[in-house]
């Protein structure tokens, strides 16, 4: 049996009167890249530092490999923790150094790291000179120092341009390939749909959601735009069943049924003599389903 | 741990700030144990601190004493900011995650920011030795007398002394930096406590209060003050004063050293960090 990267039982964390996490039981499984979702204040950062041990808990616990959090089982963690944080004052390479002494790995993995995230070039500048995006470069590659087989990346594409956040998952999804576990989290949904496996939803602190992305994507529904509205809806409803059939904002209808049940659904309107102007698959609103989740409130949790 | 200590010193020795405490050191010490007195020796600058010592007590064979002279109070200043930087560096860069998420425990990287304080205490006191030494030998040259050196011995107590003493300060700056969390306030809090609460208790509260007399005796400045003075330090230099026993006072300093590391070290542990 292969021991989970990462698993929480009852994990909480309470800040005088605020609860941060409360309640969470999280597993992460070898090899997956779970995306940990939620809007600000949902939890997120604080539920990394308890795993990475840089807090304590409240209440719970939390194993990475089996072990407790601390020096034995950090050996194959890499992790950036809200946002990057080097010594201003050193080059990139110098801070790479310094903490591959720290790490107990040679610093020529320095090189190596500063060459995957793209910052060769710049390595021998000053921290203190880098834009947003290098230090957040700089940040992974610290996180690579030690060849990690669990990955814990606190918002990884923050602050990084378009092409860089594309990079920025390729590399994540590289490594995930190579079979690198992975545990990001995003308040970006589009994010962790491209990245992740599998995706959490906090919120309040609280784990309300969790599913695969393919789940999540499921759910999507045929677009059918056809006049006049009633015949259609009618023709639809008798087909299928009104359970099936809604409308949406702008009159069109949306239809849950299977993606190859399309041309049924056509033939059907065009024998009662229904226009049919336009028929699509329509993708599940994720950002709604999301909104949702999190009680659509734009306030902070 | 050690390459823990080496990151540790890495961090330091690259650091500006580091090399300009030292160089700060080193040039007061020269400027108020050897070139103001030798001035006013010379009768160039009879108001000036000092300018009244004689010239006995600027030659080669005092040259330990005079290194170690400003232990107590400027040169454990800047020793005490060398401490808060050591340590409070990480709270002010925000490194400590990134420090430990690399997989060293607390106490790990805290035995080797302690090692760092000691090692950079050493080379100062190394390095306020050696500028005193030239700056007496020029001394002896000039006014044509002999260049009679103390024994190895007397040396070698002097820099033990003088290492011993910057030491406890930068460590109280290690533990002022964990307990404040930050790097301004326990530098602007710890040079209160140096320059100016200490020398008010000496100056002004012992002299009128028993107490405080007798409270001050158990102070870190006031036995630093002692250690020095034994073992040569001119007592007209601020805080150098022989107020105990050698003895005492190198116990009571080393017994403040150990107190301070294990506080901060207990507080390290104990604490989140952000
Ligand atoms: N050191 C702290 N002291 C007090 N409250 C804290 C502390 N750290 C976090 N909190 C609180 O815990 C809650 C969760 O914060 P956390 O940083 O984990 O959120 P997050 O999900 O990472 O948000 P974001 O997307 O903004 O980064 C917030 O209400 C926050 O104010
Ligand atoms: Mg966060």
């Known amino acids: ?130 834009s947003l995006g290098m ?75 969790e599913s695969t992305v393919e789940e999540l994507r499921t759910g999507g529904a045929l677009r059918v735009v056809a006049g006049p509205e009633d015949r259609a809806r009618d023709r639809v409803v008798a087909l299928l069943g009104a359970e099936r059939v809604r409308a949406d904002d702008g009159g069109a209808l949306l239809v849950d049924v299977e993606r190859d049940q399309a041309p049924r659904v056509n033939a059907e309107l065009v024998r009662a003599g229904v226009d049919v102007h336009e028929l699509c698959w329509s993708e599940p609103d994720l950002e709604r389903r999301f909104l949702e989740l999190t009680g659509g409130d734009p306030d902070v949790a | ?49 000092g300018a009244g010592r004689g010239l006995a007590e600027m030659l080669p064979a005092q040259f330990a004493g005079n290194a170690i002279a400003g232990t107590p109070v400027f040169v454990g200043a800047l020793a005490l900011i060398f401490g808060v930087l050591v340590a409070g560096g990480e709270y002010g860069y925000a490194t400590w995650k990134t420090v430990l998420v690399q997989q060293p425990s607390r106490a790990t990287v805290y035995t080797a920011k302690l090692v760092t304080v000691a090692v950079g205490a050493l080379l100062l006191v190394l390095a306020l030795l050696a500028v005193s030494a030239a700056a007496s030998a020029v001394i002896a040259a000039l006014e044509d007398q002999p260049g009679g050196w103390p024994s190895g ?76 003075a034994a073992l040569g330090a001119p007592t007209g230099t601020p805080g150098v004063a022989p107020l105990v026993g050698a003895g005492q006072a190198a116990l009571v300093v080393a017994g403040y050293l150990a107190g301070f590391a294990l506080l901060a070290g207990w507080l390290l542990r104990a604490r989140d960090l952000d």
């Open chain 1, 1 to 130: 049996m292969t021991t989970n990267p990462v698993e929480t039982h009852g994990l909480g964390k309470r800040y005088g009167g605020t609860v941060a996490v409360r309640d969470l039981d999280l597993t992460v499984r070898p090899g997956e890249v779970y995306g940990f979702l939620g809007p600000n204040g949902a939890g997120k950062t604080t539920t990394l530092r308890m795993l990475l041990g840089l807090i304590r808990p409240t209440s719970g616990g939390v194993r990475l490999f089996g072990a407790p959090p601390g020096p034995g089982s950090l050996r194959h963690v890499g992790a950036l923790v809200e946002g990057p944080a080097f010594y201003p004052y050193l080059s990139g390479r110098r801070n790479l150094a310094v903490l591959a002494d720290h790490a107990g790995v040679p610093r020529s993995r320095a090189g190596t790291a500063l060459a995957r995230v793209g910052l060769t070039g710049r390595a021998g500048d000053r921290y203190s000179g880098y």
């Open chain 2, 1 to 49: 741990m050690w390459r823990d200590v080496r990151a540790e010193l890495a961090k330091q020795a690259y650091r500006p700030a580091s090399w300009l405490l030292l160089a700060i050191g080193v040039v007061l010490s020269a400027t108020f144990a050897h070139a103001v007195p030798y001035a006013g020796y010379r009768g160039a600058a009879s108001g000036a601190p």
């Open chain 1, 135 to 209: 230090k957040q470069r700089l940040g992974l590659a610290a996180a690579l120092l030690k060849e990690p087989r669990l990955l814990v990346l606190d918002e990884p594409t923050n602050g990084l341009d378009p092409a860089g956040m594309a990079e920025m998952r390729r590399t994540i999804r590289a490594l995930a390939d190579g079979g690198c576990t992975v545990l990001l989290s995003s308040h970006l949904l589009a994010e962790v749909e491209q990245i992740c496996d599998r995706v959490g939803v906090l919120h309040g602190g609280r784990l309300v959601a």
């Open chain 2, 153 to 228: 011995t007397a040396v070698l107590r002097g820099a033990g002394a003088g290492w011993l003493v910057t030491t406890m300060w930068g460590t109280l700056g290690v533990l002022l930096a964990v307990a404040l969390r930050s790097v301004a306030l326990p530098v602007g809090l710890g040079l209160v406590w140096l320059l100016a609460v200490q020398n008010l208790l000496a100056a002004i509260a012992a002299p009128l209060l028993d107490w405080v007399a007798a409270l001050q005796k158990g102070l870190p400045g006031a036995n630093a003050g002692s250690l020095v």
